[in-house]
């Protein structure tokens, strides 16, 4: 099934956004500081349909990652898509960052048959949203906010290799191998989207949340 989908992530310090035609990704663009990604948006997507000749009615599909990461962040995205797909009558697809992340690792590194993949994301402190996938991208842990122990590292297969890696990364101190320099973006997303569109795996855009990983707090107004 043909498909153009438009990808966008700015759950993470590094936001971005690439037009995919059929899962392959073509332009990419990135924004660096993580304070200017809602500034940043919408100008880049402009130029982004501008250099590739397309409009937003030429797209199929609008896909975002829906969290865990920054919560501004994710809702910068996420507005955005819902507002495309609610004008445009385009189908919405979610992909968890964690899964994303995951799918950035498998295409990075040459590991086994029997590897998981552990990304992390800096959640503060000691404590970092993860996950645990195979290398067919099939979830074994289920992505959560975790604070990196002993008790997290005895929870990790003994008998299996586990490549950890994240911008949360840095805080484990287990006996897990840490690769560090794997990049995530939106040509990864677009991957996943592709796929998801082929099994029109959409979710409602009236219903889409972001997936914050643990409860959000906003202090009291005094």
């Not at 994303?100 to 040459?110: E, L």
């Not at 805080?171 to 996943?192: F, M, N, P, T, W």
Request: aromatic letters at 8%; proline letters at 5%.
């Amino acid at each position: 099934m043909k498909s153009l989908i438009l990808n966008m992530d700015t759950s993470m310090p590094l936001a971005s956004i690439c037009l995919a035609e059929n899962g392959v990704p073509g332009v990419i663009m990135k924004n660096e500081s993580q304070k200017e990604h809602a500034a940043w948006l919408h100008p880049a997507i402009e130029q982004l349909l501008r250099e590739t000749r397309h409009t937003l009615k030429d797209l199929d599909a609008i896909a975002v990652t829906e969290g865990p990461g920054s919560y501004t962040g994710l809702r910068v995205a996420m507005a955005a898509a819902k507002g495309f797909c609610f004008i445009l009558n385009k189908p919405l697809i979610l992909v968890n960052t964690l899964q994303t992340m995951a799918f950035s690792a498998i295409r990075s590194t040459a590991a086994g048959n029997g590897t998981l993949y552990c990304p992390m994301i800096d959640a503060r402190r000691m404590e970092v949203f993860t996950a645990l996938y195979d290398v067919h991208l099939a979830e074994v842990n289920p992505p959560s906010a975790v604070i990196l122990n002993d008790e997290f590292d005895r929870q990790l297969p003994v008998d299996r290799k586990v490549i950890v890696f994240g911008n949360g990364s840095h805080k484990y101190q287990g006996r897990q191998e840490v690769v560090k320099g794997i990049v995530c973006d939106a040509s990864h997303l677009a991957v996943i989207a592709a796929t998801r569109f082929r099994q029109k795996t959409f979710t409602s855009a009236e219903k889409a949340v972001p997936f914050y990983g643990k409860a959000f707090f906003t202090p009291p107004v005094k």
